[in-house]
């Protein structure tokens, strides 16, 4: 997938000129779990990080690190019973999310944070056509008038580079390509501009070329708009391309945390060098591309001390009995290994 390198370019100079610093979003402790047959687990497990005005983060892992679960918490989504925030804060503009209540979470959703999801064609209600999906936004948050309501979401439609907006308006969700979908899912999650997106694996139920036409739509409208983007993905050659820094995670936690070009230059945490290990090269090969041994564990069957150790070709004797805090080797980045302790 390739984003223009003038564009990537503009995009850091833009992050410079207005700042990125500014936390806008910031995570503590966040503890998510289910009760299951197996008991209560935790998928999200004791989980810190923030995400600067303007900045685009990467949330990366393999499925079921606890990415989207995270994302859920945020927007406080997550199915209740059987699923709880346990513990932990997200404070959104200095407003902690935890102890609103639903009604109040309502205007945050749309208003102030957005998300989009993997699969559009699951979260678009098949019986309504795309201008009433995205005018109930506009009339339930905007309360405006059915003239202005067409007007709003044509412009959106154009903004998010859809032709033909006025045929879209009127077509029902399965009359549209995955490309067309993935747009409008980007226009309703735009439509009240927020000032934070979250993406979850946004191009990953797409072929390859749009995937780069919808990555590249997505960056230059958080620019435009100077929103902050958490983007969840699996593909760490992705959050190459658009994000300054990266969380990785593992069975529910953040085992490293890194600007990007720090990650790729020197991966510190054995997980982080196995998945960029794992990403195709770009010289011709005829080697089998490298896949970490075993998988994730599932939530009932956590090992002690270091979550990765049955995974770890570096493992020593205390990585099965302690489990590793978070180190800082150097103070931009952290990492939960005790290679580094
Ligand atoms: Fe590997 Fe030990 Fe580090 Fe875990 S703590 S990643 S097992 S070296």
Same mark, same amino acid.
């Given at each position: 997938?390739?984003?223009?390198?003038?564009?990537?370019?503009?995009?850091? $100079?833009?992050?410079?000129?207005?700042?990125?610093?500014?936390?806008?979003?910031?995570?503590?402790?966040?503890?998510?779990?289910?009760?299951?047959?197996?008991?209560?687990?935790?998928?999200?497990?004791?989980?810190?990080?923030?995400?600067?005005?303007?900045?685009?983060?990467?949330? #990366?892992? +393999?499925?079921?690190?606890?990415?989207?679960?995270?994302?859920?918490?945020?927007?406080?989504?997550?199915?209740?019973?059987?699923?709880?925030?346990?513990?932990?804060?997200?404070?959104?503009?200095?407003?902690?999310? /935890?102890?609103?209540? +639903?009604?109040?979470?309502?205007?945050?959703?749309?208003?102030?944070?957005?998300?989009?999801?993997?699969?559009?064609? /699951?979260?678009?209600? *098949?019986?309504?056509?795309?201008?009433?999906? !995205?005018?109930?936004?506009?009339?339930?948050?905007?309360?405006?008038?059915?003239? +202005?309501? @067409?007007?709003?979401?044509?412009?959106? @439609?154009?903004?998010?580079?859809?032709?033909?907006? $006025? $045929?879209?308006?009127?077509?029902?969700?399965?009359? @549209?390509?995955?490309?067309?979908?993935?747009?409008?899912?980007?226009?309703?999650?735009?439509?009240?501009?927020?000032?934070?997106? !979250?993406?979850?694996?946004?191009?990953?139920?797409?072929?390859?070329?749009?995937?780069?036409?919808?990555?590249?739509?997505?960056?230059?409208?958080? =620019?435009?708009? $100077?929103?902050?983007?958490?983007?969840?993905?699996?593909?760490?050659?992705?959050?190459?391309?658009?994000?300054?820094? #990266?969380?990785?995670?593992?069975?529910?936690?953040?085992?490293?945390?890194?600007? =990007?070009?720090?990650?790729?230059?020197?991966?510190?945490?054995?997980? /982080?060098?196995?998945? !960029?290990?794992?990403?195709?090269?770009?010289?011709?090969?005829?080697?089998?591309?490298?896949?970490?041994?075993?998988?994730?564990?599932?939530?009932?069957?956590?090992?002690?001390?270091?979550?990765?150790?049955?995974?770890?070709?570096?493992?020593?004797?205390?990585?099965?009995?302690?489990?590793?805090?978070?180190?800082? *080797?150097?103070?931009?980045?952290?990492?939960?290994?005790? @290679?580094?302790?």
């Amino acid at each position: 997938m390739v984003v223009s390198v003038s564009f990537l370019i503009y995009s850091i $100079r833009h992050n410079a000129k207005y700042g990125i610093m500014e936390s806008i979003l910031s995570i503590s402790h966040l503890t998510t779990g289910f009760l299951t047959d197996s008991g209560f687990l935790k998928a999200v497990d004791g989980v810190d990080f923030s995400i600067g005005r303007g900045e685009t983060i990467g949330l #990366v892992g +393999e499925s079921g690190c606890g990415k989207s679960v995270t994302a859920l918490s945020i927007m406080r989504l997550i199915p209740s019973p059987p699923g709880r925030i346990v513990s932990g804060d997200i404070t959104f503009e200095g407003t902690n999310l /935890t102890t609103l209540s +639903e009604k109040e979470m309502r205007v945050i959703r749309g208003d102030h944070i957005s998300m989009i999801f993997q699969e559009p064609m /699951t979260s678009l209600n *098949p019986v309504f056509t795309i201008g009433d999906q !995205i005018g109930e936004m506009f009339a339930f948050h905007r309360k405006l008038s059915k003239k +202005e309501i @067409l007007e709003a979401t044509l412009h959106l @439609l154009s903004q998010v580079g859809m032709a033909a907006p $006025r $045929r879209v308006v009127s077509s029902y969700p399965h009359q @549209l390509s995955g490309g067309q979908r993935q747009r409008v899912m980007i226009a309703m999650a735009l439509a009240l501009s927020p000032s934070l997106m !979250i993406a979850d694996e946004p191009t990953t139920a797409l072929d390859v070329t749009i995937q780069a036409a919808i990555l590249e739509l997505l960056v230059s409208l958080k =620019v435009e708009r $100077r929103m902050s983007l958490i983007l969840i993905t699996h593909d760490l050659g992705v959050v190459s391309e658009v994000a300054q820094r #990266v969380s990785v995670m593992y069975a529910g936690q953040i085992v490293e945390e890194s600007r =990007v070009s720090d990650l790729f230059s020197e991966p510190l945490h054995p997980y /982080t060098q196995g998945l !960029i290990r794992s990403l195709p090269q770009t010289k011709a090969s005829h080697n089998r591309l490298y896949t970490i041994p075993g998988a994730v564990p599932k939530l009932s069957a956590i090992p002690p001390g270091c979550r990765f150790h049955p995974r770890c070709d570096r493992v020593m004797d205390i990585c099965r009995r302690e489990a590793p805090g978070m180190f800082s *080797p150097d103070n931009t980045r952290k990492v939960r290994c005790w @290679l580094y302790g």
